[in-house]
């Protein structure tokens, strides 16, 4: 029976170590995503009117949207309208063509909906 005492210590003991080493690893690990992300990143927000829909689609512009594959585009309802978003079924296509981008939705919209765009910069060498 103190064998198995011995044994639970023991592994409440590593557990105890490895939270420990890994809340480290993810700190530092935050430091340097954030750093890189100083420049590698852009926040930009587009409307899609209600109006602009045809077919469930509509295609927006905007400067910042670049058909590179060494970019990700991260899409998500604005706080004041995300419940449409997600009621709707917005989704954002790829960028193929720089400065616009294409989004479908499975619900037309009646309301204007604001997006918020995050583009990040991915290294694409694997």
Not at 20 to 43: F, H, Y
Request: hydrophobic share 40%; net charge negative; with cysteine.
């Amino acid at each position: 029976m103190a064998e198995k005492l011995t044994t639970i210590d023991q592994l409440k003991k590593l557990a105890l170590r490895t939270k420990a080493d890994s809340a480290a690893r993810i700190s530092e690990l935050a430091e340097m995503i954030a750093a890189g992300l100083e420049d590698a990143q852009i926040g930009f927000t587009v409307t899609l009117p209600a109006a602009n829909w045809s077919g469930r689609a509509q295609t927006v512009q905007h400067e910042s949207f670049l058909a590179d594959s060494s970019y990700w585009y991260l899409v998500c309802g604005d706080a004041d309208c995300f419940m449409d978003c997600s009621d709707t079924g917005i989704k954002a296509d790829n960028v193929t063509t720089d400065g616009e981008i294409t989004f479908r939705c499975e619900v037309t919209p009646d309301v204007d909906l604001t997006v918020n765009i995050l583009r990040l910069e991915v290294d694409t060498d694997e």
